[in-house]
T-cell receptor, first 112, second 116 residues
Framework: DTGVSQDPRHKITKRGQNVTFRCDPI?????LYWYRQTLGQGPEFLTY????????KSRLLSDRFSAERPKGSFSTLEIQRTEQGDSAMYLC??????????FGEGSRLTVL | AQTVTQSQPEMSVQEAETVTLSCTYD???????LFWYKQPPSRQMILVIR??????QNATENRFSVNFQKAAKSFSLKISDSQLGDTAMYFC?????????????FGKGTKLTVNP
């Protein structure tokens, strides 16, 4: 498989619990992005990495959110103490330096 | 900050006809990319077409073409010979190319329905 893969595809959790999403980018891509998408809206940027360096974080990314990309390969997005407002689709994308992003199928989070 | 505006929340078209989706953007950058992405129901987002701002020629990809008006900051997508498989959300997106933030900024999307 040469696409972007995300795991899990669906996560249902209770408010206050922690969740972690994983993204495996296309192997030769050095840039990795996380976006959040709510129903009927366009994706909102959360953060991005170039190799292992986190170069930009949105102010949407509160202290409860943390992302890592150890060794510049896969990435994880952790949400601590989840709130109902965190319910959304979390999209991962990767790219080389030419601007075209390739998206995964997303991880849907439902916080009860 | 860059913003992208899609003024048509929903559109519909008959199969085999042509439809145009609108997009405007606001930026102080001179060099950037513009994209149209397609997101079919419950499926991943895929790139439809891309335009570099320094190119005057409008991009085309088979049945998909754009009308890029840099001075007006307008970037519309034309779909010719619409097919049922074109039914999807369509997002216009912007990214600076040099010295700016390397992130895609999306519009809110246009839901396109192709009717048989």
């Amino acid at each position: 498989d040469t696409g972007v893969s995300q795991d899990p595809r669906h996560k249902i959790t209770k408010r206050g619990q922690n969740v972690t999403f994983r993204c495996d980018p296309i192997s030769e891509h050095n840039r990795l992005y996380w976006y959040r998408q709510t129903l009927g809206q366009g994706p909102e940027f959360l953060t991005y990495f170039q190799n292992e360096a986190q170069l930009e974080k949105s102010r949407l990314l509160s202290d409860r959110f943390s992302a890592e990309r150890p060794k510049g390969s896969f990435s994880t997005l952790e949400i601590q103490r989840t709130e109902q407002g965190d319910s959304a689709m979390y999209l991962c994308a990767s790219s080389q330096s030419n601007g075209e992003l390739f998206f995964g199928e997303g991880s849907r989070l439902t916080v009860l | 900050a860059q913003t992208v505006t899609q003024s048509q929340p929903e559109m519909s078209v008959q199969e085999a006809e042509t439809v145009t989706l609108s997009c405007t953007y606001d930026t102080s950058e001179n060099n950037y990319y513009l994209f149209w992405y397609k997101q079919p129901p419950s499926r991943q987002m895929i790139l439809v077409i891309r335009q570099e701002a320094y190119k005057q020629q409008n991009a085309t990809e088979n049945r998909f073409s754009v009308n890029f008006q840099k001075a007006a900051k307008s970037f519309s997508l034309k779909i010719s010979d619409s097919q049922l498989g074109d039914t999807a959300m369509y997002f216009c997106a912007f990214m600076p190319t040099w010295g700016g933030s390397e992130k895609l900024v999306f519009g809110k999307g246009t839901k396109l329905t192709v009717n048989p």
